[in-house]
């Protein structure tokens, strides 16, 4: 191809030897004459291809790209090309930044971009949430303005990298949000925003749990460490005193053992989601055993029945099945007033409806109100804490009958009502009960 220049020079010159020729010929006159018009047509012929230009660079497109041969037509492919180089770039910008807001969109943080002037430039929908802004009507807002809290203006205003505000939206009761700012290009920043709701009700529940253990630990301990510095005082007692103390001391110890056992399995039982051993459980023998325990504790103050069929099966973890029945048989005894008539207490075992099994406990005791239902599982919960301590209770026997219950896939159902007794109702779901009855058994349910 000619280059502009070229082509142009080539142009002025031909016209320039054609009016010297007609000239030289016809006279000065008529070169003149001959040199204007060939420039006047040469200016014509240039202006009709600039507003060609002017137009097409209106919507400039591929389908309506003029195609005028020669120099021309090198300029039109050449803009045509940078527009396109152009346009591309622009597209690739665009699906950067889709990317990038997508990515932003998808963090479970909540991130606001500020101005230097704290005004809102962009949020994405978590700190919507969080912050309770409105994209489509808030963006060029000074955020103190849409959030009115004086604390996080000073925030804005002072924090350094690292600083975390602690803030409870006011529009959502009971979440906890951390807050922090980064600083970035020329006076703007980034609010971000962290849901700390769970980690601080963790937070809350741990420190719960040690103190309650603390608690239950420090008051067996107490009267232990009364008697052994009244013996370092007094060491000759009489007989009869020191075995009393001695007894006292031994009752408080078992107490410290029984709260310690029942620690290390809730622990136990917390650290995996399902039994460690899956066997086929005897429910007949074990109901059996449960009987007999239930006899002991209760020394002839109940009437103590089964209705467990000798064919009564299920698979799970004999042993965390054994702790969990255990517990609801202990419980109905040592919640069953001695009373004229006997209190009675009931163990079943029957199939639902659906196919599923379930293992009830019944008794006629002194019954739950409906608001402790719902939180009777959760660590160290007791109605009457004195008459819990009385009978040996250690809060945790519930906990960990709904851990276990948890991995055998069953659930717990309470029935009660104040001094009417309660059934306790363990539902395990069909496909644990058994039907292959040549499975081998776990014998000793114990
Ligand atoms: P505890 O060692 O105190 O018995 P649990 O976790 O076994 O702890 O039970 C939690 C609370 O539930 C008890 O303190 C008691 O108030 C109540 N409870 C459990 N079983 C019965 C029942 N059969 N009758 C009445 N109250 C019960």
Redesign the pocket.
Known sequence: MIPVWFSLTLKFMSIAVVAVCVGLWQGAAAGWAAACAGLGLLHAVHVNHLSRMERWLINPSADTLPDPSGTWGLVFAGVYRALRLEARKRDAVDRELELFTQAAQALPDGIVMLDSGDQLLWCNETAAKHLGLNPSTDYGLRITNIVRVARLAAFLQSAKRDDILDYRPAHNPGQTLSLEVIPFSDGRKLLVSFDITLIERADTTRRDFIANVSHELRTPLTVIHGFLEHMTDAPVQPAEQARRHIGMMVQQSNRMLKLVDDLLMLSRLEGGDAPQREERVDVYAMAHMLVEDARALSAGRHTIEMAVAPDACITGSAEELRSAFG??V???V???PTTLPPGRITLAWRTNEKGGALFS?T?T????AAE?IPR??E???????G???E???????????KHVLLRHQATLEIQ?EPGA??E?RIVFPPWRSVTDVSAPVAADAA
């Not at 005791?365 to 739950?368: A, K, L, N, S, V």
């Not at 009978?391 to 009958?401: C, M, P, R």
């Open positions: 517990n609801l202990s419980n109905a040592r919640y069953t406990v008794d005791g002194i019954g739950i402790h009777l599982t660590r160290f919960y007791r109605v009457d804490r008459r819990s301590r009978t040996g209770g250690t809060g945790l026997g519930l906990a960990i009958v009660s007794g309660c306790f």
